[in-house]
């Protein structure tokens, strides 16, 4: 038996409001998939916070490529940006930062509701973010 996957690309400007797109998008393209609801609310507060690091990390006109795969199991997405990049030293999973810091919140949260997570970057060539979450719901059946 030859498991498939569906798949959604998305390619955006680096803009706050094109978020919300990507996430509109996502959630037809999961339902429409079998992703049942509370998989895919982790998984797009995951996605959210993926976006709203490029966009504001990047610091690069160059688009944001998102590619989002649904498979029997689980649901994956890359958000790979062409900006400055950074040294990525993951290192253990941090704690959050305390209720009045205003920043820090980004990767512990995509840590936190993903099984799947991944980060690779180099100064001067970009960032590339996995995340992914294996599929828990009874509803998770993908329609292929």
């Known amino acids: 038996m030859t498991c498939t996957e569906a798949v959604l690309d998305f390619k955006i400007p680096p803009l706050p409001h094109l978020a919300r797109v990507v996430r509109e998008g996502v959630v037809d393209f999961a339902r429409l998939n079998g992703v049942g ?12 916070e993926a976006l709203a690091n490029a966009v504001e990390h990047a610091r690069s006109d160059a688009p944001i490529e998102v590619e989002v795969r649904i498979g029997m199991e689980r649901i994956l997405a890359s958000v790979q940006d062409a900006g400055v990049g950074f ?19 980004g990767l512990p949260i995509m840590r936190r509701c993903c099984d799947i997570f991944a980060i690779t970057s180099e100064p001067g060539k970009g960032t590339v973010v996995l995340i992914g979450r294996y599929l828990r719901s009874d509803e998770a059946q993908v329609v292929a």
């Open 37 to 48: 609801d509370d998989d895919l609310t982790h998984f797009l507060t995951a996605l959210g």
């Open 87 to 105: 040294v990525a030293d993951l290192g253990p999973e941090p704690d959050l930062p305390s209720l009045d810091a205003e920043r820090g919140r």
